[in-house]
């Protein structure tokens, strides 16, 4: 499928080429993929947080012992002052975070510093970790009301433990509802993402990012182009409110709302087909909001 879009863009860049100049089009395109991934590297880490947890019961007898787990993640930097986006189960129960900085013009070989946790938010899988270091290349975050179904992205990461890894596809949704209890509706694409892929961002062609990959659904345990990012609107907020507070503040409404999909909006002759509906109201006592 992937290789079946690139020989269709090709052949639509190469039919608006003048003659005898057909491979520049598809020459600037590469060109500027290059340019994108070159100005984003920069801003996205690897993270490896290390913990204690549980062993192989199967390799411990019937004795389960504490041992010592590392695990590798990936984030983005949102702060030349150190500030740090990533997923919450990347660093979840770490007692160790190192963020590994990627080789670049500030930086003559890769660096590891160790990082605190700032805050996380376990209802959007977020949180912010902190290096202590100034003038780093930071990302900005795109507008989640310009980002459009079939839209190219590119996305960042460590999958399996390679740094620096990038990959491209396009925006297969723009508000995906994966659970009914879900707090947050993602942004689906189909660029390849997996395990270590997770707290990297998902940028437009400028490169800001309009997401950060969380999680994928698949039945062989790699990418099948189901892949899911929280949205840059969430993820603003999120970022923000810990920076500031350590901690995400929640207002109370009572209600549990959900998304309103095209397919709602048709069956409940509704005026459009964005945006959210009260589903229902909770009874006094349980006054919290769920969105």
Do not use: C, W
Not at 200 to 221: M, Y
Request: a neutral charge; aromatic letters at 4%.
């Amino acid at each position: 499928m992937r290789l079946y879009l690139l020989s269709t863009l090709a052949a639509v860049l190469a039919s608006q080429s003048l003659p005898g100049q057909s491979a520049i089009p598809l020459t600037a395109f590469s060109q500027s993929l290059e340019a994108l991934a070159a100005r984003v590297d920069p801003a996205v880490v690897q993270i490896v947080s290390t913990g204690y947890g549980r062993g192989d019961e199967s390799q411990q007898g019937s004795a389960s012992l504490l041992t010592r787990q590392r695990s590798t993640g990936s984030g983005v930097i949102l702060s030349a002052d150190g500030y740090i986006i990533t997923n919450n189960h990347v660093i979840q129960a770490a007692r160790k975070i190192d963020v590994r900085l990627a080789a670049g013009p500030g930086n003559s070989k890769e660096v590891v510093l160790p990082a605190k946790l700032v805050g996380a938010d376990r209802q959007t899988d977020l949180a912010v970790i902190k290096i202590e270091r100034t003038g780093l290349p930071l990302l900005s975050f795109g507008d989640l009301k310009d980002v459009r179904v079939g839209q190219v992205v590119m996305a960042f990461g460590s999958p399996f433990g390679l740094a620096g890894s990038v990959s491209m596809g396009v925006i297969s949704s723009t508000s995906r509802q994966v659970r009914e209890d879900d707090s947050v509706t993602y942004l689906q694409t189909d660029a390849p993402i997996n395990p270590g892929n997770s707290g990297g961002p998902l940028v437009d062609t400028e490169g800001r990012v309009i997401g950060i990959n969380t999680f994928i659904i698949t039945q062989s345990g790699g990418s099948e182009g189901l892949g899911f990012a929280i949205p840059s609107d969430v993820v603003r907020s999120v970022f923000n409110q810990i920076r500031k507070d350590g901690h995400v503040h929640r207002g109370q409404l009572g209600i549990v709302a959900q998304p309103i999909t095209p397919e709602m909006a048709t069956a409940l002759k509704l005026p459009q087909d964005s945006g959210a509906i009260t589903a229902d109201v909770l009874p006094v006592g349980r006054r919290t909001m769920r969105v």
